[in-house]
Nanobody
């Protein structure tokens, strides 16, 4: 079972920024397609962004975050980041990263077999 750890969440005012990290131990993240998902209370887990395995440029974004969020890899640190800017209250959720061996991205949580424990992001004034 792959072990993923998310970090970087917190409380931020509307319009602020946060950078989330997804790290792994014991395996190389670059060999996996990584997706960021979020789940707000009472709602289903939804896809936010995804980066293909062995790629730094093949990325997907949900329409709700395009132009505000950026996903990227740092292979030297075995980490995938989600840079979030211009945050809105509706971005408030627990954010999770998931890994899948398939090459293509997916916005479906069931397509990802390994998950971290999540990190809370709260956007509020």
């Amino acid at each position: 079972q792959l072990q993923l750890v998310e970090s970087g969440g917190g409380l931020v005012q509307p319009g602020g920024s946060l950078r989330l990290s997804c790290t792994a131990s014991g395996f190389t993240l670059n060999y996996y397609t990584i997706g960021w998902f979020r789940q707000a209370p009472g709602k289903e887990r939804e896809g936010v962004s995804c980066i293909r395995r062995s790629s730094g440029s093949s990325t997907n974004y949900a329409d709700s975050v395009k132009g505000r969020f950026t996903i990227n890899r740092d292979n030297a640190k075995n980490t995938v980041y989600l840079q979030m800017s211009s945050l809105k209250p509706e971005d408030t959720a627990v954010y999770y990263c998931g890994a899948r061996t398939g090459y293509y991205c997916s916005d479906g949580p069931l397509d990802f077999g390994s998950w971290g424990q999540g990190t809370q992001v709260t956007v509020s004034s």
